[in-house]
């Protein structure tokens, strides 16, 4: 099941990639994008164990800041040629067997359509951060194997959680993942600020894990190697990571039933996944350059 998770993992970076208006390359062992990834986004994703160094680091940008990749397998050790590890995060995935989670009372998922929802969306995603303005590109609208996913209440005044769907070969990924500070369910406060970006989210991130801007994914706030979902280490109540979790399976069961669903997560993320039936699997690393190549 790893590789497919990382498969459907690295299609998703490159779906972001193309977005941007620069595609990776899919190799047999690892995906690579020979100029510098989105924000919170990897340069390199491995889709198979014997991947190695050299046919990773050869076909990306190490030339300038931020390089980062992503080790779907935790098997490779950079740090010979500069790297770090920035974080790891555990791969999941929900067999198509289990019955759906219930969803919460008062919420409703629905796929975002319009450019002005997908801004609106990802303000509530990034809590606020500016700097992220602009990174969920329109783009992503047009993409068949892409489905954006708002929760709102109140009668579609109120985001309070979203999630990335992505569909590849078997499976179905779910990335980005996040929670609104306000609790997804309908005993939240009433009188919580109707705009999307009132507070700082928590859940799976970008691409989940990462730390900085260079350009990957996380679970501990923007940075490399998240992009396709980890957190953002907030310390909030997990409850309203829990609602969002139930609410966003049990959308995709509906809408796709029968198909297992994966990813990868940390931290309270990774335990309100695990709480509706998501499997924690093996572990990834992503990496990030010390410095320049």
Known sequence: ??????????????????????PGIFGERAWTSER???PLYPDAVTLSPLATAREVLDGIDRETPGCSVKDSFGHLDLSAEGFDVLFEA??????AALAAPVAPDGVTWRPVRTVRDLTAWETAWAGGDGSLTGLFRPELLADRATTVLAATTDRGRRMVAG??????????????????????GPDADADADADAGSGPRSGSGPESGADSSTGADSSTGPGPGTGSGTGTGSSRSASGLDRAW???????????PGIPIVGYESGD??????????????TLRVWLADGLG
Do not use: K, Y
């Not at 099941?1 to 620069?22: Q, V």
């Not at 139930?246 to 796709?256: D, I, K, Q, S």
């Not at 993320?269 to 093996?282: E, R, T, Y």
């Open 1 to 22: 099941m790893i590789t497919a998770s990382a498969r459907n993992n690295a299609e998703w970076c490159d779906t972001m990639c193309r977005a941007h208006g620069s």
């Open 36 to 38: 510098r990834t989105p």
């Open 90 to 95: 555990r791969w999941i995935h929900r067999p």
């Open 163 to 184: 999630a990335v769907v992505s569909r590849s070969g078997s499976v179905i990924g779910i990335s980005n993942l996040f929670a609104t500070d306000a609790d997804s």
């Open 246 to 256: 139930a609410g966003c399976l049990a959308t995709v069961a509906r809408v796709w």
């Open 269 to 282: 993320s990774l335990d309100a996944a695990a709480d509706q039936g998501c499997v924690p699997g093996g």
